[in-house]
């Protein structure tokens, strides 16, 4: 796969993702995915509504942009992180 992929936003405010790389992160129709700001820069990445670990639905944390729940979450040591997975200061 080749990057950097540069898309034009369309009248309607749409990016289009590119087949190789939806296919590539398993994003598919109907998928929700999260646009978050980090410094200058834009991430964009799939919510995935369940434990990346053990499947659970209970999501205490993002690690990411992977959900974990307080379970895995505690077993990992990732305690004392925010819901973002980011050290709580």
């Known amino acids: 796969m080749d990057f950097p992929v540069v898309r034009t936003i369309d009248s309607l405010g ?4 590119p087949a190789n790389i939806r296919h590539h992160f398993a994003i598919r ?7 978050e700001p980090d410094q200058d820069l ?4 799939k919510l995935d509504a369940r434990c990346a670990f053990c499947r659970s639905a209970e999501i ?6 992977r ?6 979450q505690t ?6 992180r925010d819901k973002s997975g980011s050290p709580e200061a």
């Open 75 to 80: 077993e990992l040591g990732l305690t004392g």
């Open 29 to 35: 129709w109907g998928d929700k995915l999260v646009l």
């Open 60 to 65: 205490a944390a993002r690690l990411r942009g």
């Open 42 to 45: 834009l991430q964009l990445y």
């Open 14 to 17: 749409r990016v289009v993702i």
């Open 67 to 72: 959900g974990i729940c307080g379970e895995c």
